[in-house]
C-alpha cells in the first residue's frame, strides 16, 4: 500500500474515534440543511466535534426549504426542532401525520 493511502485511512480512522462528524454531502445531502448545519461549526473546520454536537439542544430551520434532514440523527442532545414552513420534507409531515393522529 503506498503512504498516501495509509495516511487517509489513519486520518478517517482517527477523526471517527474522535467523534467527528464531517459537513458534507454523504452526511448532510440536503445543501440548505448542510447550510444550516455549517453554522453550528465553531471553529469552522468542516465538522463537528463531539462537543460542537452536545452543545445543540435547539435548532430552528424554519421556512429554509429543506427537503432532506438526514444527518438530524448526529445531534444526540437535541430536545427541540422547529421545521416548519418547509413544505418539501413530504416525510415528516406523514410522520406527525400519523404521531398525532393516532
Not at 63 to 73: M, T, Y
Request: glycine share 4%; with cysteine; aromatic share 8%.
Amino acid at each position: 500500500m503506498n503512504k498516501q493511502i495509509i495516511t487517509i485511512v489513519f486520518i478517517i480512522c482517527a477523526t471517527s474515534l474522535m467523534g467527528q462528524v464531517a459537513i458534507n454531502t454523504t452526511n448532510f445531502p440536503d445543501a440548505k440543511f448542510r447550510t444550516e448545519v455549517q453554522k453550528l461549526d465553531g471553529n469552522n473546520d468542516g465538522s463537528l466535534s463531539s462537543a460542537e454536537i452536545k452543545k445543540v439542544s435547539s435548532l430552528n430551520v424554519y421556512n429554509k426549504s429543506i427537503a432532506n434532514l438526514k444527518g438530524i440523527e448526529h445531534f444526540t442532545a437535541l430536545t427541540y426542532l422547529n421545521v416548519s414552513q418547509n413544505r418539501q420534507l413530504a416525510i415528516l409531515d406523514r410522520l406527525l401525520y400519523l404521531v398525532f393522529l393516532t
